[in-house]
């Protein structure tokens, strides 16, 4: 099993729309959750991060974690075609190395107008 | 401008002639890493530095050194460059580790032939 496995997609929203991306992590003592957006071509781009349980608002994203689950989402309110990206959800895996840092394989997401 | 500056952005070379992929930060960070993007398979870290001559293995380390004199500058180096390293790197850099994310530079796609 992957550490951090996401939906590799693509998905596809309205302009609009809600978004739903999803990841799942194996290792139930991580502690900080991550989502960047890389657009194509580009680097990725920190937009979320999370470390309790519950939701974390920050304008049109929210990133919701549930522990008990090893799961980990981000919702995209009122999609914009700007928002057709990978996003990629990162997890510190171990409490124990600052470093250690694993991404999924990212989900792409296109928002047609 | 806070940054990650890579360069070059784009290379071309030939099995074995050696090579080095250069990463500078000017936001003073400790941690400083290397990965690597393959379709498919997500970001993988290479090497990561916590700090000037302290450097260690991430997930694929194979074929690849690192080097951190200064606090600025982490350069990637390939002694002996395979097809198999073909892909996308990306540096990047960070305050406190994985625990807040990373600042990633802009990018370097290789390709060896």
């Known amino acids: 099993q992957k550490e951090v496995e996401q939906n590799s997609g693509p998905l596809s929203v309205p302009e609009g729309a809600i978004a739903s991306l999803n990841c799942t992590y194996s290792d139930r003592g991580s502690q900080s959750f991550f989502w960047y957006r890389q657009y194509s071509g580009k680097s990725p781009e920190l937009i979320m991060f999370?470390?309790?349980?519950g939701d974390k608002e920050d304008g049109r994203f929210t990133a919701q974690l549930n522990k008990a689950s090893q799961y980990v989402s981000l919702l995209i309110r009122d999609s914009q075609p700007s928002d057709s990206a990978t996003y990629l959800c990162a997890v510190n895996i171990s409490p124990y190395n600052n470093n250690d840092m694993r991404f999924g394989a990212g989900t792409r997401l296109t928002v047609k107008p | 401008e806070a940054q990650v500056t890579q360069n070059p952005r784009y290379l071309i070379t030939v099995t074995g002639k050696k090579l080095t992929v250069t990463c500078s930060q000017n936001?003073?960070?400790?941690?400083m890493s290397w990965y690597r993007q393959d379709p498919g398979l997500g970001l993988r870290q290479i090497y990561y530095?916590?700090?000037?001559?302290?450097?260690d293995k991430g997930d694929v380390p194979e074929g690849y050194k690192v080097s951190r004199k200064e606090k600025r500058n982490f350069p990637l180096i390939l002694e002996s460059p395979s097809p198999n390293q073909t892909s996308l790197y990306f540096c990047?850099?960070?305050?406190?580790?994985?625990?807040?994310?990373?600042?990633f530079g802009s990018g370097t796609r290789l390709t060896v032939v």
């Open positions: 936001m003073n960070h400790e941690y």
């Open positions: 990047a850099s960070s305050v406190t580790g994985a625990r807040y994310g990373y600042t």
């Open positions: 530095s916590m700090n000037v001559e302290v450097t």
């Open positions: 999370i470390y309790s349980n």
